[in-house]
């Protein structure tokens, strides 16, 4: 039991260096070149604009910093949920399997009833948590902070996840939404593939 006490207190002593060894910072200049200086540490995003299409920015919970100014998955993409408001998702008496959101737990506000925070909150739609709104009801259907950033252009298709601007058209969701712009540039491939045949088959036989 003694020894299982020991490695307890090494692991958290080894984890807590860990985080220490984040850089810190004042200003950009001291954070390497791929690097922002927020929130006063060089970190690797500052908006979902600087992640991969269906990631979003952790720059909310500075009590992890290995995750705080870095990309991360949406671990409740599709989970069934029901729409909370912002007292209820921080109320840790409310099922966390109804919240469309990925939160912490800070021990440090004296308001015990509201001590869930949210590091990204999803929408839930048709019962179904998603990464982003493609109805665009809540104003935003593209990422919250634009798309300028290290990663690629965004903007939200059905069920509610991210393509580029270029594959959205092409997206299942898109086709799902609209079928006749899908079908249409089907029927512009056929006609093309007619028109070249044909040219073809005139200029053999001429």
Known sequence: MRTFALVVVLLAVLASTAQANKKTCLEQH???S???CFGGYCVSCKSNADCALNEYC???NMRDLDRF???Q??????AKCIPLESGDLADPRVDNSTK????YYDPSNPNVNQRMVT???GYCIEGR???CDYTGNNGKNDAESGNEGKGKPRTCVFPGKYATPHSAEWSPGRYYENPVYVWLAIFFCFIFIITVFNMLGYLFHK
């Open 30 to 32: 001291e954070c390497s």
């Open 34 to 36: 791929d690097q922002y």
């Open 58 to 60: 952790n720059i909310k």
């Open 69 to 71: 100014g870095s990309c």
């Open 73 to 78: 998955k949406f671990p409740y993409n599709h």
């Open 100 to 103: 469309c959101a990925v939160q």
């Open 119 to 121: 590091e990204y909150q």
């Open 129 to 131: 948590c998603r990464l």
